[in-house]
């Protein structure tokens, strides 16, 4: 008996790997939760308040990992600032990955600390938690600073878990959004980042409780 117990152990293990990769992939999901995800990110406007939209356009190395991609510029049409907005849904396991604060740094950007920030935007809903950080860029022709907010939704709320793919096992989709701008030293709450999330936020919830 005690000759076959180390290839049980190992078989045991294998399977309740391959278990869990099935719960954060959705790979046993009945429902293929990409139409929905796809109507949900078609209707956010392209206006939004004095924000006016427009199309950017996602590599298809990048844009294979999701059910659907939202990709825009949002230009403040007094003000002439613009926000660039990246809002892709599909199954947690792809959306769960490649969160800003490891993307940024592999990109030459100085490591940050990220700190958290609750943004109320509907009265209906909780305040949607994100992270946030200004991320610089130092190279020979001069020096890039960002403001970076990011954060993932599902369940109805906007949540940035410490192991996300373990919080959002088992979701039948999930959406990771991330607003970007080059920026000087303003107050985060004074930052056009932050304004514009207020009607995005508000216009994608209305578009989740349509689909559901």
């Given at each position: 008996?005690?000759?076959?117990?180390?290839?049980?152990?190992?078989?045991?293990?294998?399977?309740?790997?391959?278990?869990?990769?099935?719960?954060?992939?959705?790979?046993?999901?009945?429902?293929?939760?990409?139409?929905?995800?796809?109507?949900?990110?078609?209707?956010?406007?392209?206006?939004?308040?004095?924000?006016?939209?427009?199309?950017?356009?996602?590599?298809?190395?990048?844009?294979?990992?999701?059910?659907?991609?939202?990709?825009?510029?949002?230009?403040h049409?007094?003000?002439?600032?613009?926000?660039?907005?990246?809002?892709?849904?599909?199954?947690?396991?792809?959306?769960?990955?490649?969160?800003?604060?490891?993307?940024?740094?592999?990109?030459?950007?100085?490591?940050?600390?990220?700190?958290?920030?609750?943004?109320?935007?509907?009265?209906?809903?909780?305040?949607?938690?994100?992270?946030?950080?200004?991320?610089?860029?130092?190279?020979?022709?001069?020096?890039?600073?960002?403001?970076?907010l990011?954060?993932?939704?599902?369940?109805?709320?906007w949540?940035?878990?410490?192991?996300p793919?373990?919080?959002?096992?088992?979701?039948?989709?999930?959406?990771?959004?991330?607003?970007v701008?080059?920026?000087?030293?303003?107050?985060?709450?004074?930052?056009?980042?932050?304004?514009?999330?207020?009607?995005?936020?508000?216009?994608?919830?209305?578009?989740?409780?349509?689909?559901?």
């Open positions: 008996m005690r000759r076959w117990l180390p290839a049980v152990t190992a078989a045991i293990a294998v399977t309740a790997t391959g278990v869990v990769h099935g719960v954060w992939t959705g790979r046993w999901d009945r429902a293929d939760a990409a139409p929905a995800v796809a109507a949900v990110l078609e209707q956010i406007p392209w206006q939004l308040g004095e924000w006016q939209g427009q199309p950017l356009e996602l590599s298809a190395r990048e844009a294979a990992s999701y059910s659907a991609v939202l990709y825009r510029r949002y230009t049409q007094r003000t002439g600032q613009s926000v660039t907005v990246v809002l892709v849904g599909g199954r947690p396991g792809p959306v769960s990955i490649h969160s800003p604060d490891y993307c940024y740094p592999a990109s030459g950007f100085d490591r940050a600390t990220w700190v958290p920030y609750q943004l109320p935007f509907d009265s209906a809903c909780a305040a949607a938690e994100f992270k946030t950080a200004l991320l610089t860029k130092t190279q020979a022709a001069g020096q890039t600073q960002l403001r970076v990011w954060s993932w939704h599902a369940a109805g709320a949540s940035v878990p410490d192991n793919r373990l919080a959002f096992a088992g979701q039948r989709c999930l959406y990771k959004l991330h607003v701008r080059e920026t000087g030293d303003e107050a985060l709450d004074e930052d056009p980042c932050v304004d514009l999330l207020r009607p995005l936020l508000a216009a994608f919830q209305r578009q989740v409780a349509v689909a559901e």
